[in-house]
C-alpha cells in the first residue's frame, strides 16, 4: 500500500469544481438517505480508519454534513473499556451497530483489534484461554472472523463499507505542527500521537493485510489519498452516493385503504 497521500493527477487549480462537485453530493446523498429512512429495510455502517490527523472527525463533519442526525450515529472507537474487554472483540462492533434504515459511522472500529493490538502485542494481556494465545494463527483467525462477521450483517441487510484515510508522513507531521503551534488546535494534540508515530512503518504493512485479507465484494475498502482534505471530502462523499444508491430504497407505497383515506382527509382539509 503507498504511504503517498497525494491525489496524482489533481491540482489545485481543480479545487473549486471538485467543491460544486462535492456540494452536488451532499444534495443527493441528503435525498437519498431520506429514503433508506423511511424504507428501513437495510443499514449502513460506514468504518473510517486512519493515522493519527489524517482527519477522520474533519470528514465527518464535512463530507457527511448533509445527513439527517435523527437517521446517523456517529460512534468512537476508543481505549476498549473494562466492560468491553471482558467480552469478546465484536462485541462492541456489534452494540454500536443502527437499526435498519439508519447509517452509523464509526470514528475507528473494530479493526483496532487487528492493527493497534498487533503492533504492541496486546492480545498478551487478555483476559482469555491460553490456548487461544497458543495459537500461531491468532490474528489471520481474526481477519476471517472479521471477514464472516461483515458477510453475516449484509446476509441481515446490512451494508459495512470500509474507508482508509491515507495521510502521508509528511502531511501527519505538519498537521501536528499546527496542533502545537495554533491554540485553538492545541486540545488536538497528544503526545501519544507522536509514540504511535514512531510505529509508522509497522502500522502501513498491518493496514496493507488487513485491507487485502479483509475487503470483500459486499464490504469493499477504499483506500483514499488524505493529504489535500477538500479532495479527500469529495471522494468520500462520492463513496457514501455510491452506497446509497446501491441500497436502492425507495418511499413505502402506502396500501389502497390508506390511500383512500389520504383522500378523504385531503377533502374535509379542503371544506374547512
Not at 26 to 38: D, F, G, M, R
Not at 62 to 91: I, R, T
Not at 186 to 200: I, P
Not at 229 to 245: A, F, G, H, I, P
Request: proline share 4%; with cysteine.
Amino acid at each position: 500500500m503507498s504511504t503517498d497521500g497525494k491525489a496524482d493527477g489533481v491540482k489545485k487549480a481543480d479545487k473549486p469544481a471538485i467543491l460544486a462537485k462535492t456540494r452536488e453530493n451532499l444534495a443527493k446523498i441528503a435525498q437519498w438517505q431520506e429514503k433508506l429512512y423511511a424504507d428501513g429495510r437495510e443499514g449502513i455502517v460506514f468504518v473510517l480508519q486512519a493515522m493519527d490527523a489524517a482527519g477522520k472527525d474533519s470528514t465527518i463533519k464535512h463530507a457527511m454534513a448533509s445527513l439527517n442526525p435523527q437517521g446517523v450515529d456517529v460512534v468512537s472507537f476508543k481505549q476498549p473499556s473494562k466492560e468491553e474487554l471482558a467480552h469478546d472483540y465484536l462485541w462492541r462492533a456489534v452494540r454500536a451497530l443502527p437499526e435498519r434504515g439508519k447509517i452509523a459511522i464509526f470514528n475507528r472500529s473494530h479493526y483496532e483489534d487487528v492493527l493497534v493490538v498487533q503492533v504492541h502485542e496486546l492480545q498478551h494481556t487478555y483476559q482469555i484461554a491460553k490456548r487461544c494465545l497458543e495459537d500461531g494463527d491468532f490474528f489471520e483467525k481474526r481477519y476471517a472472523q472479521i471477514r464472516n462477521f461483515e458477510e453475516y450483517l449484509y446476509d441481515n441487510s446490512y451494508r459495512v463499507v470500509k474507508i482508509f484515510l491515507n495521510v502521508s508522513k509528511d502531511e501527519q507531521k505538519k498537521r501536528f505542527l499546527e496542533r502545537i503551534d495554533d491554540k485553538a488546535k492545541n486540545w488536538k494534540f497528544s503526545a501519544s500521537d507522536l509514540k504511535e508515530r514512531e510505529y509508522w512503518d509497522e502500522y502501513q504493512k498491518l493496514y496493507e493485510r488487513a485491507i487485502n485479507a479483509t475487503a470483500t465484494p459486499h464490504s469493499p475498502w477504499y483506500v483514499l489519498p488524505a493529504d489535500r482534505k477538500w479532495y479527500t471530502r469529495y471522494l468520500v462523499s462520492e463513496v457514501v452516493l455510491n452506497t446509497l444508491e446501491a441500497c436502492g430504497p425507495e418511499f413505502p407505497e402506502l396500501p389502497k385503504e390508506d390511500k383512500k383515506n389520504l383522500a378523504a382527509c385531503k377533502k374535509i382539509l379542503l371544506s374547512q
